[in-house]
């Protein structure tokens, strides 16, 4: 096998240059662990919709490597269900690979250890692959890992994209996870970052400065696009003379849902007409349940669990304020998915979210902070009018700012095209 995967490396150099010559399209690898299944559909959604767009541009071709744990296809076990995707199948137009790496457990003491089993998988499976021009490792850990022992196969430019939490919470835990972290990154020949303040959060990590490149990501304004609220609210079940507070994310601390659930309280003794709607999932579902079994039995708290990308913008465009407390963010997505439509916000200033919030469309508070977060939200929610015009200045300022996926993916071609 070893020898096979050398050889995908040296045969198919001058086949590229000969290609090249010809005028042939410049060809993308995508490596990424998360990246959508029928049965975990909101998977790394926002790489799917990064490498779809990348896909409809003339002059490049697309593959994507999306290693997968060895699992169990039996009920409780920690994504059972990956056990029967295929181990190839097609998106859109293009090929996407899904071999089997060791994911070693309990994370919490072997997750350096991850990436050594995951570059070998990605590495071993070289020679099922398109000879590519570039790779593009969208987490720093552990696809980076991944990626660079791919370059090693393919002698070509790595990119790695920083997208948050790695960068800015799991590499600040101990030495072996910075390591772990920023050693893909500082190997990139460019790393792209979605916002100023995750820049220095890479160039902190020890890469240099000129290789980081800010590209923010992109939001569907079709699909996300705003709708008459009321009639919204019924489509998912809502009750339409209410206000609803959406939360929209992953259910962990580093999201600070748990702040939020905290304040759901005094909030609805303030607000009898609230609504809070909770959409995701994660490891503090069970402690949310518990926490807020007055609230959901009597219908003011609603947990949906994890929703389909066209589910999520029917909550967004029936929400009336999106609110995200978190901990650490990058920039957020889900902040341009709700301006896009036409839904104010509430966010925590942490990160790069004051790059991207205005006073015409939210407001910000001081994140970790419950009474913060309550001051924000009285402020809004008492409003209905204010938080109509909140919204359209929101779906406004996304269109202007043209956070387009199509743009996200021209401006990722244009920096591979540097490279070469």
Known sequence: MLRAVLNVGTESAADSDAGKAAGASLRALHVSQQFP????????????????????????????????????????????QLARVPRRSQDHGFSVHRPHYVYLVPKRWLYPLVGTAFAASAKSYASHLTRPDVIHAHWSYPDGAGAVALREVFQCPLVVHARGTLERVVAKQNRLLREAVSSPLIAADAVIANSDALRADCIELGV?????????NGVDTELFAPHDKAQAKREVGLDAGRTVVLYCGNLRP????????????????????????????????????????????????????????????RYMAAADVLVLPSRSEARSNVIPEALASGTAVAAAA????????????G?????????????????????????????EAGRRYVLESDWSWSAHAQKTLDLYRSLL
């Open 37 to 80: 299944t029928r049965e975990y559909p909101a998977l790394g959604v926002m790489v799917q919709a990064a490498v779809r767009a990348q896909a409809k541009l003339r002059g490049v071709q697309v593959e994507v490597l999306a290693p997968r744990p060895y699992t169990l296809p039996v009920p409780g076990f920690p994504y059972g």
């Open 208 to 216: 240099p400065a000129q290789r980081v490149h800010v590209i923010p």
């Open 254 to 313: 580093v999201k600070g849902v748990d702040i939020l659930a905290e304040a759901i309280p005094e909030l609805l003794q303030a607000q009898p007409r609230l609504l809070f709607v909770l959409v995701g999932s994660g490891e503090l579902e069970p402690q949310l349940r518990t926490g807020l079994a007055r609230w959901l039995s009597r219908g003011d708290v609603v947990l949906t669990g994890a929703q389909r990308q066209r589910d999520v913008a």
């Open 350 to 361: 942490v990160g790069g979210i004051p790059e991207i919030m205005r006073e015409e469309h």
């Open 363 to 391: 407001r910000m508070f001081q994140p970790g902070s419950r009474t913060a977060l309550t001051q924000a939200l009285l402020a809004m929610v008492g409003d209905r009018d204010q938080l109509a015009r909140m919204g």
